[in-house]
């Protein structure tokens, strides 16, 4: 999409070739209307879909996911970050391990939230190895509950996350793919 594609352009910092800064609209400071007008995008690219429920997962992914749930007209659900896995009977829980920060982590959603019908679109920031959506398809499949696709802003195509997803059937729809960014500047994917 031109216009995330722009945005990244004129406002992006590449940290090392593998860090993307997006803080002043994304990730720190976020352009609410920004980000409102990505969602009228997924909302053309799931045109005729059933979609009951956005999962995401907190901090970064909220932002979007409300933008998503107000253009959908449906409830936004994050998925909470704790140190350890949770036992409680009331969440469902997955383990993801994050190469970007080297650590794994364990993300608990209430039982409430997730139920068998519910068709859900997965949401979030940036897409690398996709590990953050694997825990949350997982979620989905322990509440019973349908993975429509995913609504990605920025997926690093270089990393193989997305490919994988799509290979394995998941509609994952990024608003821009980096194939490669280094000090010489970032090339997207056409
Ligand atoms: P994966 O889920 O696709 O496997 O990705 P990975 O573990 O590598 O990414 C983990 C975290 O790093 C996520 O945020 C993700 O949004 C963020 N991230 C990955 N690559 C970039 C990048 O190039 N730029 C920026 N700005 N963020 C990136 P998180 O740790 O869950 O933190 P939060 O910000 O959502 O709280």
Redesign the pocket.
Known sequence: MKLLEDRILSDGEVIDG??????NF??HQIDVAFLDQLAQEWVRRFSGVKITKILT?????IAIGTSLARAFGVPLVFAK?HQTSNVNEDVYSAE??????GISYHVVVSKKYILPGDSVLLA??????????QGLIKICNEGGAQVVGAAIA?E?GF?N?GDELRKSGVKVESLAIIDKMDSDGIKFRD
């Open positions: 593998k860090i993307l800064k997006v803080s994304l990730n997962i907190e901090s970064s992914g970050k993801i391990f994050s190469f970007t920060h979030d920031d940036f897409l690398a190895n996709g590990k953050a959506l920025i690093k990393q996350g």
